[in-house]
């Protein structure tokens, strides 16, 4: 069974929703506790009758204590039998391209084509030096990454290396039944532009306002019809905070009280340029997420969910419900979303078997930025 396309009504004709989930570990909590609470939000949004769940991807940081995103999403497609499971994102500056798009593929074939995944840049963070991929990789060689993992996701039989990863020719094992999408978490335009010309869907984040979003969207359709790809075509995901309350003020409060414990973990970062890292400003950044995102009663999240799904060519709207804090609290925010703003349809088919694996189940259908970076280095740049 899928969602009810007119849950989504007001998010917009083909928009669908999704969860979006950073596995931060909260005071008092274990890693295990964290990452437990995550995978039962995970559990919650299939039955709920979202679309998908999205999982974010850390390092050594309290918050989000998922290092493999890919990992954890292979465990929740497990444990379901219909919802979408993305990355968001891995970071490709940490891995070999071709390991990942492996993986990808295996993937695709294990759960029927439920598997999305999405790859960032990163920060300048000390996992390049754990994992010897260095400044200069993260620096110069994202375009490089890109590139080999798309064609290695084309469903080409054979792949060679390029210049920055030089290989011989080899056959793609699994190989793709067809194209498969990489979605790129993106807030500059430089990385806006790449993602156009390799016709990849952008991932936009939670920091940016909707015309921020508008203003990067409207560069991607220029620079993908400039390289040839029809942008009506693409498909973008993008990340929205989400809280329902019964008034505007009291979501508000539990945001205000909930989201700043996770925050502080991006405190942790260790940066290679010996910079501190964190926000200067967390009391402001959360203001700032509560006025652009759906954070009220249903009416207000409502009106917010529907202009965000009016951004062009998005058609994933990926909702962030764990700043109110506390597993049980996360479990009545998702419930809240999904039949007082979303009108989902309850998934009514947890009983039957799980699907049978199949290749041919594919794919469906600034200031402010520098902000965010401060906060938050899980590849959205």
């Known amino acids: 069974m899928t969602a009810d396309p007119s849950g989504i009504r007001r998010a917009g004709r083909g928009v669908r929703a999704h969860l979006f989930l950073l596995a931060g570990q909260r005071p008092g909590d274990s890693h295990a506790e964290a990452l437990a609470t995550a995978h039962r939000y995970g559990r919650a949004a299939e039955a709920a009758g979202f679309a998908g769940v999205w999982i974010a991807e850390h390092h050594f940081i309290s918050y989000g204590v998922c290092p493999s995103a890919i990992t954890f999403a292979a465990h929740l497609l497990g444990a379901t039998r219909r919802i979408e499971v993305g990355t968001a994102a891995c970071i490709l500056s940490n891995r070999h391209p071709v390991a990942l798009g492996e993986e990808a593929a295996l993937l695709h074939e294990l759960s029927g084509g439920r598997f999305r995944l999405g790859v960032g840049r990163g920060g300048p963070w000390v996992d390049l030096e754990v994992f010897g991929t260095g400044t200069e990789r993260f620096t110069h060689g994202f375009h490089d990454s890109l590139e080999l993992l798309a064609r290695w996701l084309s469903g080409q039989p054979t792949v060679a290396g390029n210049d920055r990863f030089p290989f011989r020719e080899v056959p793609v094992v699994p190989r793709p039944p067809h194209r498969l999408p990489v979605w790129v978490a993106a807030t500059s335009t430089a990385t806006v532009d790449l993602a156009a010309r390799h016709g990849m869907p952008l991932l936009l984040g939670l920091h940016a306002d909707l015309t921020e979003k508008v203003e990067l969207l409207d560069r991607y359709t220029a620079t993908a019809k400039a390289h040839g790809y029809d942008p009506a075509s693409i498909d973008h995901a993008s990340a929205h905070l989400a809280q329902v309350a019964e008034t505007d003020a009291a979501a508000a409060s539990v945001v205000s009280r909930g989201l700043p414990p996770l925050l502080a973990g991006t405190r942790e970062y260790v940066r290679l340029d010996g910079e501190p890292a964190g926000n200067r400003d967390p009391a402001g950044y959360v203001e700032h997420l509560i006025a652009i995102h759906p954070v009220g009663t249903p009416g207000r999240?409502?009106?917010?969910?529907?202009?965000?799904?009016?951004?062009?060519?998005?058609?994933?709207?990926?909702?962030?419900?764990?700043?109110?804090?506390?597993?049980?609290?996360?479990?009545?925010?998702?419930?809240?979303?999904?039949?007082?703003?979303?009108?989902?349809?309850?998934?009514?088919?947890?009983?039957?078997?799980?699907?049978?694996?199949?290749?041919?189940?594919?794919?469906?259908?600034s200031a402010t930025a520098t902000r965010y970076h401060a906060f938050h280095g899980n590849g959205y740049r």
Not at 312 to 335: C, D, K, Q, W, Y
Request: aromatic residues 2%; charged residues 20%.
């Open 301 to 365: 999240c409502r009106e917010a969910v529907a202009r965000a799904a009016a951004l062009p060519g998005v058609r994933h709207l990926l909702f962030m419900v764990e700043a109110g804090g506390g597993s049980e609290a996360g479990l009545t925010n998702i419930h809240r979303l999904a039949t007082e703003v979303l009108e989902l349809a309850p998934d009514d088919s947890r009983q039957q078997d799980p699907p049978t694996p199949t290749g041919r189940a594919g794919s469906s259908p």
